[in-house]
């Protein structure tokens, strides 16, 4: 059985179609890569996945249960922005999870449990090279370490399913180079099953196992609110043979100059 | 060079900061003499020798009557009943605004009556306070926490619903409940904007404490410079409000500074 099942989901805000008939099923442990045009729908999917969404027709499952409308703990998400707690250190930051599980009153824990939850968060910050700034504010960090922070903060908490929505759009290409490897090892070390939205094609194929696009299979000229977008490509990445002319193929399709 | 790029040095600046108070200093003694010259008895601009003798005799002297230094008293008074208000409001203001912002249900159900009962002129309901709760303290308490409860509950809720919406969605992927969200994500970021729209708010605090003293009490700042007019005596009034607006400075100015010491990632 998959570990996400969805079944011709559709989203319409106010007689404007977004997403249209949405069909997927994802295993456990892939690593889905979405691309598309700005606008077709990638966010409002993720969103759905993620429970802040409800679609308007059709069923998401996760492991063979119905999606509650609202975030959960099985599922972590990093946005390109406002990822992070400012108010928080670094170290708050990754404690906040450990911390919510412990004590439903105030959020809080002290004394030896306090002590074995940080003990846990340095050794997060450990795996996403944080340590060192772990008394800083975000505010002090860079783009970069804001999102190794997003991660880590996340992670804290085990989910099985990270939703990562163009998480790494706004840093400088050396950067977000670290940032895929990073990215990499975790999901193999952790055994996620992570779908992450970029605009980067080649990130997308070279990030993933399997990519999906997003588009408009029918577009009415007169009317382009009417249809809405769906998956129009769904291909599996791994060893594929000519990355290079599907790339291509899929930047002329989408109007992408190269 | 433009005139937009030209900046004074650190002495320039102290100086123009300075200047305006000096030439208003300037002025005030140069007009106060102008009549004196020519009527002795003259109220309206006293000289500093008199306005010193005032402060002497208020701030230095034990009255005769009751043997207390009136101007403490009177500060003393005062600020109880400021702090006390605005203190009111702004826990009122955090108790309103967070969970008007938070929760749609009840945003939805107090959320308007808030904004409608905002407008509603305080000082026009002062006659209502004092039938109310008749004219000892708690009315002029009253009058302040109604004056300004309703901004500070208007600018929290406003606040709140400025947090970016991906916070509160990372928080309920970390499993936090409703009540741990408001608890750890919201009530800490807005604590340096309550502390912000309480500096705000300390102007109209002051002018509805000076008007409740006015109307009706037997001491603090406002009573005591409506009783002295009487008298035209604006050896007393001059410096009562000069009294003033340095203590409202300073209240200030603490606020502020608490806030950088206690909220280092604010405004960063």
Known sequence: ?258 | MRVLNRRPGNVGAVASAAMPFVLALVVYVVASGARLAENPDDKLLPSLVTIGDAIERLAFTPDRRTGDYVLWTDTAASLKRLLIGVGIAAVVGLAVGVPNGLLPWFGGFWSPWVRAMSMIPPLAILPILFIVFGIGELAKVMLIVLGTAPFLMRDIEQRVRELPREQLVKAQTLDGTTWQIAVRVVLPQVLPRLVDGVRLSLGGAWLFLIAAEAIASTDGLGYRIFLVRRYLSMDVILPYVAWITLLAFLLDYALRRLNRRCFPWYGA
């Open chain 1, 1 to 258: 059985m998959s570990l996400i099942d969805v079944r011709g989901v559709w989203k319409r805000y106010s007689g404007k179609t977004v997403l249209e008939n949405v069909r997927l099923k994802a295993d456990e442990h892939e690593f889905v890569t979405i691309v598309g045009a700005s606008g077709c729908g990638k966010t409002t999917f993720l969103r759905m996945l993620l429970g802040e969404v409800e679609p308007c027709q059709g069923v998401i499952e996760i492991g063979g249960k119905r999606l509650v409308p609202e975030p959960r703990a099985d599922r972590g998400v990093v946005f390109q922005r406002y990822s992070v707690f400012p108010h928080l250190t670094v170290l708050g930051n990754v404690l906040l999870g450990l911390e919510f599980a412990e004590s439903r009153l105030l959020g809080r824990t002290f004394g030896r449990r306090r002590t074995r939850n940080v003990e846990r968060a340095e050794a997060m910050l450990d795996r996403v090279g944080l340590l060192t700034s772990a008394t800083s504010y975000p505010s002090e960090l860079s783009g970069g370490m804001q999102q190794r922070l997003a991660l880590a903060q996340t992670l804290i908490t085990e989910p099985s399913i990270l939703l990562l929505d163009e998480p790494f759009g706004a840093l400088d290409p050396g950067i977000r180079a670290d940032m895929h490897d990073l990215v990499r090892e975790l999901h193999r070390e952790l055994g996620l099953t992570v779908f992450m939205i970029t605009h980067d094609i080649s990130e997308g194929f070279s990030l993933g196992s399997r990519l999906l696009v997003f588009d408009k299979p029918r577009l009415d000229p007169h009317e382009p609110d009417l249809y809405g977008a769906t998956i129009t490509f769904d291909l599996p990445v791994r060893e594929s043979p000519d990355v290079e002319s599907v790339v291509d193929d899929l930047n002329v399709k989408n109007g992408v100059r190269t």
